[in-house]
């Protein structure tokens, strides 16, 4: 045969690889991300749940004092409680350096508003507590428990 009548041909290309199924480092990094999403909903299920408990042991506290002296010093011990969390010399406050602690408590925290504290230091002290002037505290301080115990 004269080498003018050989018929070549082009190199044949293999076909492209198919999109499905991925590659096994693909599937490891879909289970990556589902095992973080997994972690952060639970998570976040936790600290909400813990959340709640901790509204739950306040209102408990709070709603088995007899009358509004006793809310205020159920309340005060809560907060009292809930301030060692963040500073633990705040468990050995009292009188004005405690108002200045409960309105002020640094770090980033919430406080309680001026009458709030005041009614907070001398309340329980008091012989009558206006029921008003306790749930307004009660109210106010809740939100500062919270906040206060959920603090890491």
């Known amino acids: 045969m004269a080498p003018s009548a050989l018929v070549l041909r082009d190199i044949h290309q293999p076909p492209a690889p198919a999109w499905w199924p991925p590659a096994p480092g693909w599937w490891l990094l879909v289970l990556a991300l589902l095992a973080v999403a997994l972690a952060l909903l639970a998570w976040r299920w936790r600290a909400r749940r813990h959340r709640r408990r901790l ?89 500062v428990f919270l906040a206060w115990s959920l603090r890491r």
């Open 55 to 143: 509204g739950a042991l306040y209102d408990a506290a709070v709603a088995a004092a007899p009358t509004p002296a006793a809310q205020v010093a159920a309340i005060s011990e809560l907060l009292r409680r809930a301030a060692r969390r963040h500073d633990p010399h705040a468990a050995t406050l009292d009188g004005e350096d405690w108002l200045r602690h409960v309105r002020e408590p640094g770090g980033g925290l919430p406080g309680l508003p001026a009458q709030a504290a005041r009614l907070l230091r001398d309340g329980a002290y008091r012989r009558d507590v206006a029921p008003a002037e306790a749930e307004a505290l009660r109210a106010a301080a809740r939100s």
